[in-house]
């Protein structure tokens, strides 16, 4: 017997009630059926961290991660990282202007996990951040402008991104 | 691929986990953090009828270690990765283990990934299986018959094979508390940070007063079939004062004990090479002698 399961859980600070298959995974969930496409899915097994958001704070692989283990928990993609008039944080700000994107299909696994490194750490070294990104992979800059990117946005001080209530 | 159509539930207590395992045998599978078996259903190397996830047993995910009354600390199965590297008692009390965490994948999947459900594994090039030869660690297990202990060199058996009969739950892993003075040792090598062991050693080593080794253990993983002691290695070092000399006999020796697996990723010669080195590396950390270079 496979039936649906029901579950709650809040994503970007709204709460949401849906029934699912258990296959159903979070990031097949958050993009299919709650349409944040900001999620991006690379390898789907673990390796790559574009499909990277937070759980209760803490990145996680959403390929990973069954949408019933978020049963009564806390989701975050990359949209709840900004904004909602669609300006720039300080750490997205960073990344346009090292060239820390070229496709992009990182990108948004790449902010979350820096957005938790400095959560935690608010003046990583270079070595610390480079610590935190080693499970997200970009094909594209060679990495050195996305650590750039990170390093000086927190250089900065204060709130690296506002996180939508 | 996307997982296979299967069951769910979310037990709350150990003793209906263990309810619907008896119910379901071989069919059912259990579910702690998901960051091997959720890939394995992707590729469809495994399809169960029902998963039964730990995740709402509270009792196996305790914040805290229990304290035994001989000292030691039983950490429940279910408890992260990140736990551990993150720990300040793990970090003073078991340092080992606090140091080998940033081997493990990376962030996202410590945040989700168990002691328990990498020891169940039993991936060859895992950490965790060797962390536990290491420190001499005991593996709790209960079925409906009750409750056992498995001593780490018996719990692994094979590849992805364990000592555990289909109807049992691993609860705990007891880690005996550290003599005050313990040196330790952990080496591994991969092809990129987070990646699987090409190969690794870990190991812990307690001097007397007069230098020699009274203990030893060096736990070898990522070389072979399955993680083991390198009991040859420290027989070469027990009752004697660590040197450079007897060090290198002994990861000759560690050498000489695995039978090197042979894939796409190393060849039986360079996991030859890499136990013989990190043996020696491993070692001298663990006596704080200078490494060779």
């Known amino acids: 017997m496979t039936g649906q399961r029901a579950i709650t859980l809040t994503v970007n600070g709204r709460l949401h009630l849906a029934e699912l298959e258990p296959r159903r995974t979070l990031a097949d969930f958050l993009r299919e059926q709650l349409d944040l496409t900001g999620t991006h899915l690379g390898c789907e097994h673990g390796a790559c961290g574009a499909c990277t958001v937070l759980l209760d704070g803490r990145p996680v692989c959403a390929c990973l991660t069954l949408a019933v283990q978020a049963d009564r928990r806390s989701v975050v993609t990359i949209e709840g990282l900004s904004p909602p008039d669609g300006s720039l944080t300080r750490l997205q700000e960073s990344f346009r202007r090292h060239h820390a994107l070229q496709c992009g299909f990182c990108t948004a696994g790449m902010i979350v996990t820096a957005h938790a490194l400095l959560s935690e750490n608010p003046r990583p070294s270079r070595e610390a951040i480079r610590d935190a990104i080693s499970g997200n992979l970009c094909r594209c800059t060679g990495y050195v402008p996305i650590v750039e990117a990170i390093y000086e946005a927190a250089q900065a001080g204060g709130p690296a991104v506002t996180t939508a209530k | ?293």
């Open chain 2, 1 to 293: 691929m996307k997982p296979p159509r299967f069951d769910y539930a979310a037990p709350e207590t150990v003793d209906d986990a263990l309810r619907l395992l008896a119910e379901h045998g071989e069919a059912a599978r259990l579910l702690a953090g998901g960051q091997s078996l959720i890939p394995a259903l992707r590729f469809r190397l495994s399809a169960p009828d029902l998963l039964i996830d730990l995740e709402r047993i509270e009792v196996l995910a305790a914040a805290e270690p229990r304290r035994l009354p001989d000292g030691a600390f039983a950490f429940g199965a279910m408890t992260r990765h990140r736990a551990f590297e993150r720990s300040p008692l793990v970090r003073e009390r078991l340092p080992l283990l606090c140091h080998a965490m940033h081997f493990v994948a990376h962030a996202q999947i410590r945040n989700r990934g168990t002691i328990g459900g990498s020891l169940c594994h039993a991936d060859p090039a895992a950490e965790w299986p060797a962390l536990c030869l290491a420190c001499d660690a005991d593996m709790v297990a209960r079925s409906s018959g009750g409750t056992r202990r498995i001593r780490a060199q018996d719990f692994v058996c094979g590849p992805f094979m364990t000592a555990l009969n289909p109807e049992e739950i691993l609860l705990e892993v007891v880690f005996p508390a550290w003599p005050a003075r313990r040196g330790w040792g952990f080496r591994e090598v991969s092809r990129r940070r987070g990646d699987f062991a090409l190969a690794g050693v870990a190991c812990i080593v307690d001097l007397d007063q007069d230098g020699r080794c009274e203990n030893i253990r060096i736990a070898i993983f990522g070389a072979g079939e399955t993680s083991m002691l390198a009991t040859a290695a420290a027989d070469a070092l027990r009752g004697r004062v660590p040197s450079k000399q007897n060090i290198r006999e002994a990861a000759r020796a560690a050498r000489a004990g695995i039978v090197p697996s042979s894939d796409h990723h190393a060849s039986p010669e360079y996991r030859s090479d890499l136990v013989e080195a990190l043996t020696t590396r491993a070692l001298c950390q663990a006596v704080s002698l200078p490494e060779p270079s």
